[in-house]
């Protein structure tokens, strides 16, 4: 490579030289055309204070989490002509009242890592409570996931946006009848997506009070989020006991520690609301009663 660059006609080159301490390096910029070098620039470079926020915050904020409905629908709006399904997501999402207001019953999150028993908890406290169950995305959405899960994660993470939106307009209404249990919501959302896009341990996630984890302030915000932990070895066994096909998140999921357990720190560093977090490890009928009493404290039902 180094012989292609000399061959070429004209080239740059940097020359370094350190101050006896190592704290100060001058760097020259050399100019190479034809056989004549001359010195065209001359820089100091010192060691800067750590940055303020990590480099990959950057690749976060309104490219994978999105904060406003308008910011994620934009980002359909532009993959109208590649992708003709965005144009039924955005007819769903034109339909939705923007800044939808919460009725006068409670409204209560469930969220977790797959196989946590999510499904088994809201479909109990729906019955107990007489309540409307509803997740996001929104049932209407299904038909396209599997397209947009496909997609790079601007454009992906941007439907499962679209879709809080889309499901905070029948919580809205919904709200106003009974109460509602929602499975999965905005912290699912913003909680894979930073964990997907953060590499490294989990030292490599944005400080907890990183901007974020804030909620989207035009998003319905619910009364109560309940993030189910439950132990690694109890969650492999549940995984095991279901055997239904894994989704390539899900396998990556089991296959990757890591990541799962940057998932469940992003969920627990979203703030306004925070998760309340149980152990989901134990019996369903014990899962159930903790999370009764925790609504009956939080939401005066
Ligand atoms: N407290 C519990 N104790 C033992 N098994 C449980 C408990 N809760 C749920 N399960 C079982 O674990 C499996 C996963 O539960 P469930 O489907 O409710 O999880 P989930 O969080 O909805 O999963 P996913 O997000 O992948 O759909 C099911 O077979 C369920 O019967
Ligand atoms: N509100 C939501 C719900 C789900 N997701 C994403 C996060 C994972 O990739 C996947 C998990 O969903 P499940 O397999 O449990 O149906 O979907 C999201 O981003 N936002």
């Not at 496909?150 to 499962?160: N, Q, V």
């Not at 296959?255 to 979203?270: D, G, H, P, S, T």
């Amino acid at each position: 490579m180094l012989k292609d660059l000399v061959k070429s006609e004209e080239f740059h080159l940097c020359t370094y030289v350190s101050s006896e301490d190592g704290k100060l390096w001058q760097q020259c910029v050399w100019s190479q055309r034809g056989k004549e070098c001359t010195e065209v620039a001359k820089h100091y470079i010192t060691v800067a204070a750590k940055p303020e926020y990590h480099p990959t915050l950057l690749n976060i904020i309104n490219t994978v989490v999105y904060y406003s409905f308008e910011d994620a629908y934009r980002v359909l709006q532009e993959c109208k002509e590649c992708i003709p399904e965005s144009k039924e997501v955005l007819e769903l999402a034109d339909q939705c009242m923007k800044n939808s207001t919460k009725g006068r019953f409670p409204v209560i999150v469930i969220e977790g890592l797959d196989a946590t028993g999510k499904t088994t908890l809201t479909q109990s406290l729906q019955e107990i409570l007489r309540g409307a169950l509803l997740r996001s995305p929104p049932g209407c959405l299904s038909q396209w996931r599997a397209r947009f899960d496909a997609e790079p994660p601007l454009i992906r993470r941007a439907f499962y946006a679209l879709g809080n939106y889309i499901s905070a307009c029948d919580i809205a209404r919904e709200s106003a009848k009974s109460p509602v249990i929602v499975d999965r919501y905005w912290h699912s959302t913003a909680a894979y997506a930073i964990a997907t896009e953060v590499g490294g341990t989990l030292e490599s996630l944005p400080s907890s009070h990183s901007e974020v984890y804030r909620w989207p302030r035009d998003l319905l915000t619910p009364d109560l989020v309940v993030l189910l932990t439950v132990r690694p070895e109890e969650r492999a066994r549940r995984l095991l006991a279901r055997g239904v096909e894994k989704t390539r998140e899900e396998a990556e999921l089991e296959a990757n520690n890591l990541f799962r357990q940057k998932v469940e720190e992003a969920y627990r560093r979203i703030q306004d609301p925070a998760c309340v977090v149980i152990d989901a490890s134990p019996s369903k009928e014990e899962v159930l009663s903790e999370v009764l009493l925790l609504i009956q404290k939080h939401c005066n039902l």
